[in-house]
């Protein structure tokens, strides 16, 4: 019999049941559910709305139940609907009346947005310690490629020369944000709905602030409707993984471009690889593109809750319960995705020779040609003229700006001199950016430092 069957005379339809059932996908909020019904339990005793028997009691019979659900020595069907119900049903088998009154002064509703928001709390932590490991491996690499020179692009043009040290920060700043947005949703959904009740409270003389506490909680939400009604926060956590699984989509492109022939920057471990079935000389980079596929699925998580909550009344409807499955689907992908993306980046191995190749070609050093006539006073516009034209006589001599005489500058304008070369050497090039954020190695250990102290500063709230 279902715990709410009193106001039906029939049963309902199997198939009913089963599309109403939600415990195949909800069991994993056991842990939360039991520690909330702890928490309100012990209220209700508090406050002299049940007695202390019957707190003691619902307390060792739902901690009995949580073991025996670790050890996998209980588990539920369809019948008791989800987490919630079926754990109450077991304790009242287990302890009888005492049982019956634990769901006094309380909803579903505010039940299940309490075992959410405690679950997610705990999994975006735990996504955020993932992140915080792989930065220290973005800053491992950038200390490393600090004096690796390498092409940086525009439209997959070869643009200007960098390091591979300022690559590797460009990512460590987008992953460093990831991490902030994560810990704004967690700061923003720091809220205990519990007290809500299925919309408009209770009449009980509950105390919601003792719950929230008990909980790790750092507030109440403040209205019940909306308590129980809005998920704007697993909109906005499936918003924030869309977003980092973005980023490393992007750098999983960057890495299977590199580890191609035609780039070869990058040499990916060969457990980090996969072969081909067919063609003996392949390394495929596998997992680089699977974190890339991968990503695609995570944005339709966020779409999904998205349609199934634009058209919806206040307070709650049926339709919430699909916001588990797209919730738990992005955070199991981008926990699985990390650690062996970050693997990856630690064992893939540089081809420093390569990138200088590729950064001597491409006349990636022509704007600081424009720059070092600009420097002598000739007028932006025009030095961009003239090194246009320099370079268009490159390309038909088929030399480079470095191979040219400075015979062949001066046809283009009086103003060059021997100067020139030591402007357009790329390891001067690099070193001349010493702008804040820029690819000079001084600038580079700036930006390190920075993401180092932003490292230090969530170990120390840790400890």
Known sequence: MKL?????ESNTDELVDELNASIGFDIRLYSEDIEGSIAHATMLGAQGIISAEDVEQIREGLLAIREDIAAGRLSFTRETEDIHMSV??????????????LHTARSRNDQVALDFRLHMKRRALELRGLLLDLEETLLHLAENGRDIIMPAYTHLQRAQPTTFGHYMMAYANMFRRDILRLEDCVERMDESPLGSGALTGTTHPIDRKAVAEALGFARITQNSIDGVSDRDYALELLSTLSILMMHMSRFSEEIILWCSWEFHFVELDDAYSTGSSIMP???NPDIAELVRGKTGRVYGDLMSLLTVMKGLPLAYNKDMQEDKEPLFDAFDTALRCLPVFRAMLETMRLRPENMRRAAGEGFINATDCADWLVGRGMPFRDAYTVTGKLVHYCIEKGKTLEELYLEEYKEFSEIFDEGI???ICLENCVAARRVAGGPAAEAVEDQIAYIRAFLDERKEKQE
């Open 4 to 8: 709410w069957s009193g106001r039906f």
């Open 421 to 423: 070369y030591e402007a």
């Open 88 to 101: 109450e049903t077991e304790l009242t088998r287990r302890i009888g009346d005492a049982g019956k009154r």
């Open 281 to 283: 000389q392949k390394k």
